[in-house]
């Protein structure tokens, strides 16, 4: 590299990392324990599990619970700098920063997740948030608690059944475990906490546009699924796709329904790094990779998780990315010292897993499947040793036990002074 | 009450109180207990436990951590109901909400507490928040961190120093106890977790209009607690008044000091609750009680807590407003069934404390003093004893066993995902 163009960088490093994700970080550990010079950047100060974020969305968790600084993950490697910025854009052998600083790299590794995409109605999002940050999270329960805190003190029979309805965009896994854990807090709080309220005006609709919930398992588990949430109360629309949203109301096939809370959980799309290559990209914009990671046309650029797209293509779980960013900063480390890189990345099914609510989920391993009361409780053994550390696993262990032994959940917090109540006309 | 007035209430209980704090929860489990119709009314959902809000604020403990669902609280009693709505004023025997609704009541109890002044400078308060919701304590946090990351990017010495520099208003507890924390959490974080930054570019300034910190405390344990203060490495000014307050800076003394973020501990106004009675107000704008805590001139209406003012002025203590609204609880139970109320409430002084640091605190119990670790271990079981339920004692105790061993604080979350970088210009 030029002595003049180096000059013009604020930052460099040998391996740049964008995103710290679960591919990001494993990555970055591989190469901090290898004393690479390594920096990771990232828009937000944490990674954030988000697996159970629907449990911060619903009042089960606090956001610290499932969200780790990526300082504190990544401190104790000397040879790795984090660094708090939005990338915008590639240049050269540099990454380009939203406030105009670019960040030199040896060899880059894009890791940049995925986002809820809305189908071209990016005006939804303010009315039907996802579940995709600590943020987003935070406003569900919110507008959650706040229906039922409006639909408390409302005398309009009418109002106060819209405001009992809450609607989830989305049959996958996220959509499933919204729609059991709302059941489970609405049904719970109105016959405890709220004097004015009846169990049978609560509404909790989870509405799909494909033929099936949890399109991504067989379909016996999908039937079970179906089965159990039918009987927590939730009401499942199949092939319903959703034609608007506006405040307090939605419509499906035409038919308009007044609500209190909309919450969005269907469609992902990538996270808009294929752009910045001014490479052909691969279906629904994601970056091609070959099948050792590298981009194709680039092999100093390298992809991973929801963002990439390998020959074979793979779902777009915590696993593979986790899977993905371990074995890349393997690759990466023998590279560097000059030894012959594993030339195929192979992913090993870890059993794809979905909660449906209290006693219930569904895991389905490939060769065979587990659901009932085991399967729940192999869903919540597992979501707590894949979380970060031992205080985070107390903690949530904690939560869970006292959860399910008294069914409150401790973090039912409206935390603005001065919270917009839902609005139905 | 004629028939005719009834019809326009929107709602009524035999009493009702403003306002679900210390004072206002204790007075609500006594008439619950004992089956009167209660009606609470707050413009918060939950109540919070304020002497740990700093602790929320330096990235110790969660929000969910420190506060409780109002309706989980009272749920058990059957006879209270909750309202979420903010009072704005008393007409007759109601009162009446923001948004118009007018609540009847037969007796009424105000335990508004209190609320930051900034002297006149209202604007001040969005450059320097201060402790008194937790949205503010979120706000505190993210400043506090972002400080921190913006001071590791920047190439400019001056600027990084300035981001640095942490400026505390008000040497009361809450202030030393910010002091102290944010002392600790930049040190730890320095050390650990920024490649770029040095401790000693760190300062962090605890700022205080009068002669001395803790005023409220013998000079004995002023003088502690600044020796102890100041060799955890914060500067404290004293007699220094602040007088402008800007984005990144702050005036004391004519000077002008680059700071990266403020916080403001200094200056309690009571409630605007004096102001709906339309009667003859106490000092600052309290409202004047006797000494069975019924206010002059309105024997229906009781006030407690930070917002009233009795023959003999009490300190503004978490333990006074208990220990009213406990006793105000009984009282009303004894007039509604026609026994002879106890007549004048007697404040049990159970001593006065602040929390310094890492094995440091003070105790006053008036007659005798206590300092040093011994203070400071007392002073964590007494807070995690005074926490609402089991769950949450334990939550804590476990947080803060982990972060006494490790240093380490688990809450270091930058929610936003776009939060504002620290002006310095």
């Given at each position: 590299m030029a002595?003049?163009?180096q000059?013009?960088l604020?930052?460099q490093a ?10 990001g970080l494993e ?5 901090g324990?290898a004393?690479?010079?390594t920096l990771v950047?990232?828009r ?7 697996p159970l974020l629907?449990?911060?969305a619903?009042?089960?968790?606090s956001p610290?619970d499932?969200?780790e ?6 401190g104790?490697?000397?040879s ?9 854009d590639?240049?050269d052998?540099?990454?380009v920063?939203?406030?105009g600083r670019r ?8 890791a940049?997740g995925?986002?809820y995409?809305y189908?071209g109605?990016d005006?939804?999002?303010e009315?039907?948030p996802g579940l995709?940050s600590l943020?987003?999270a935070r406003?569900?329960r919110q507008r ?5 805190e409006a639909a ?6 009418a109002k106060?059944k819209a ?8 049959g996958?896994p996220?959509?499933v475990?919204?729609a ?6 609405g049904?719970?709080?109105?016959r405890r ?8 005006d609560m509404?909790v609709l989870l509405i799909e ?12 588990l999908?039937?079970?699924?179906a089965g159990r ?9 199949l092939d319903?796709p959703v ?5 307090g109301e ?7 329904i007044?609500?209190?809370c909309?919450?969005w ?11 910045w290559?001014?490479?052909e ?17 680039r ?9 990439a797209s390998m ?6 779980l915590?696993?593979v990315?986790k899977?993905?960013g371990r074995?890349l900063?393997a690759r990466?480390v ?5 030894q012959p890189p594993?030339e195929?990345?192979r992913?090993?099914?870890r059993g794809?897993?979905?909660m449906?609510?209290?006693?219930a989920?569904?895991f389905d391993f490939g060769?065979?499947?587990?659901t009932?009361p085991l399967?729940w409780f192999?869903w919540?053994?597992v979501?707590?040793a894949?979380?970060?550390n031992?205080?985070?696993?107390l ?5 869970w ?6 069914r ?15 609005r139905?006309d």
């Amino acid at each position: 590299m030029a002595e003049n163009t180096q000059a013009a960088l604020d930052a460099q490093a040998d391996v740049v990392i964008v995103g710290a994700g679960f591919g990001g970080l494993e990555c970055a550990m591989g190469l901090g324990r290898a004393g690479v010079d390594t920096l990771v950047i990232d828009r937000r100060n944490h990674n954030l599990f988000q697996p159970l974020l629907y449990q911060v969305a619903t009042a089960a968790l606090s956001p610290a619970d499932i969200a780790e600084p990526i300082r504190k993950t990544l401190g104790r490697y000397q040879s790795v700098r984090v660094m708090l910025a939005e990338v915008t854009d590639i240049q050269d052998s540099a990454v380009v920063l939203s406030d105009g600083r670019r960040v030199g790299f040896g060899k880059l590794v894009i890791a940049t997740g995925s986002d809820y995409t809305y189908f071209g109605h990016d005006d939804w999002r303010e009315h039907a948030p996802g579940l995709k940050s600590l943020r987003e999270a935070r406003k569900i329960r919110q507008r959650l608690l706040m229906a039922f805190e409006a639909a408390e003190t409302t005398r309009d029979p009418a109002k106060r059944k819209a405001l009992l309805t809450t609607a989830i965009v989305g049959g996958g896994p996220t959509g499933v475990e919204m729609a059991g854990a709302v059941a489970e807090l609405g049904r719970f709080m109105i016959r405890r906490d709220f004097r004015a309220l009846e169990v049978r005006d609560m509404r909790v609709l989870l509405i799909e546009a494909g033929p099936r919930i949890l399109a991504g398992f067989p379909a016996n588990l999908s039937d079970y699924a179906a089965g159990r949430l039918r009987r927590a109360g939730v009401e499942i629309m199949l092939d319903a796709p959703v034609e608007a949203i506006a405040p307090g109301e939605l419509v499906v096939s035409d038919a308009p329904i007044a609500v209190g809370c909309i919450i969005w959980a269907a469609g992902i799309k990538p996270s808009p790094a294929a752009g910045w290559l001014g490479l052909e990209q691969a279906a629904k914009g994601r970056i091609p990779v070959d099948d050792g990671l590298a981009v194709i046309g680039r092999p100093d650029i390298y992809a991973m998780g929801d963002t990439a797209s390998m020959p074979t293509p793979l779902p777009g779980l915590a696993q593979v990315a986790k899977q993905q960013g371990r074995w890349l900063g393997a690759r990466l480390v023998a590279e560097i010292s000059g030894q012959p890189p594993a030339e195929t990345f192979r992913f090993r099914n870890r059993g794809n897993t979905a909660m449906i609510g209290r006693n219930a989920a569904v895991f389905d391993f490939g060769t065979w499947q587990l659901t009932g009361p085991l399967a729940w409780f192999l869903w919540a053994f597992v979501h707590v040793a894949l979380l970060v550390n031992f205080e985070k696993k107390l903690l949530v262990a904690v939560q869970w036990t006292a959860r399910y032994v008294t069914r409150q959940r401790g973090a039912r917090l409206i935390e603005e002074d001065n919270p917009t109540v839902p609005r139905i006309d």
